[in-house]
């Protein structure tokens, strides 16, 4: 318990060095830019979500605002969260995971998402079946 | 705004967006508005305009669904019995509650298309190409493949589910 712990606060970056964890956006905010509509879709999720779930837009809005932000790894019947990385591209922008299982309709769910550097705009990069 | 995936300015585009769908192909959706980045060519929709292109979708593969003979449907307890699931578990099933199977309703009723049950057996997905034929990329190349006499008997024809797939170009030469 306690090792899991420790590994939540430091992440090892792809030069093997450990760094500090990076933290998630709160979902409180990432919920409020898509009730807001402040928020983009990626083509390819669009077309992965329809794929995999026959779901447009507002049904992946509305399983986004489902998710939680409790660890996915300490239950993966409830929790959701998974892990954050640094963006590729942006500095200073990292990327979320979520895993969300049965978490509507009875589906599977894999996202993630980034909120823009301007912090004014919520990109959701993936969406499909886990 | 820059692209996630090369940093590079994406470009800001109106006009007709190209998508594609497991039943229907490649399609166009006209005037949508979308950002696209011009070196990796990843495309960013607003909730709105993501909206449009799923609603234009789902109205095509309903419209292509209407056209199948309805000899080709079949019932609940027909599907179940192809399907070897009990009634209980067919009107449970999430993927069937969302539309894996291509159906109808005729009155109260809701009738299963027997291809599309079938595939859903085998596979888990019973969406397929409902159009035999892609739509041509341009109006040109449109006119120069198809005689409008050839869309008269294709649409007079007794296999409406060979009919292509509808986009605008299709129905302005149609109804010309």
């Not at chain 2, 699931?85 to 449970?92: D, E, G, L, V």
């Not at chain 2, 050839?150 to 302005?172: C, I, M, Q, V, W």
Request: contains cysteine; aromatic residues 10%.
């Amino acid at each position: 318990m306690a090792d899991n712990f420790k590994n939540r606060l430091t992440n090892v970056n792809p030069k093997g060095h450990t760094q500090d964890k990076l933290k998630p956006y709160p979902l409180k905010r990432v919920k409020g830019l898509l009730k807001s509509g402040h928020y983009k879709i990626n083509e390819n999720a669009l077309i992965s979500a329809e794929e995999d779930f026959n779901w447009g837009p507002a049904e992946i809005m509305k399983c986004l605002l489902k998710l939680n932000s409790r660890h996915y790894v300490d239950d993966k019947k409830k929790n959701h969260y998974y892990k954050t990385e640094a963006h590729t591209q942006f500095p200073n922008t990292k990327m979320d995971y979520y895993k969300a299982e049965k978490i509507m309709e009875g589906f599977n769910i894999y996202t993630h998402f980034y909120i823009s550097p301007s912090g004014d705009t919520l990109v959701i990069s993936s969406f499909k079946e886990l | 705004m820059k692209c996630a995936e090369c940093n590079e300015n994406l470009e800001i585009i109106t006009g007709d967006f190209k998508s594609k769908n497991k039943s229907l192909g490649n399609i166009t959706v006209p005037e949508i508005s979308y950002t696209k980045c011009n070196n990796c060519g990843v495309i960013l929709l607003d909730p709105e305009m993501a909206q449009k292109i799923t609603t234009f979708k789902k109205r095509r593969e309903i419209e292509l669904i209407k056209r199948i003979p309805v000899g080709e449907f079949l019932t609940v307890t027909e599907a179940t019995e192809v399907l070897e699931i009990t009634k209980q578990a067919f009107s449970k099933n999430n993927k069937i509650k969302r539309n894996f199977i291509y159906n109808i309703n005729m009155g109260k009723k809701k009738l299963y298309h027997r291809k599309s049950v079938e595939l859903f057996k085998s596979t888990g997905d019973g969406r397929f190409l409902l159009s035999k034929q892609q739509k041509p990329s341009n109006k040109v190349e449109f006119k120069a493949q198809y005689d409008l006499k050839d869309f008269s008997s294709l649409l007079k024809g007794n296999n409406t589910a060979d009919l292509y797939t509808t986009e605008e170009d299709y129905e302005e030469a149609a109804y010309a």
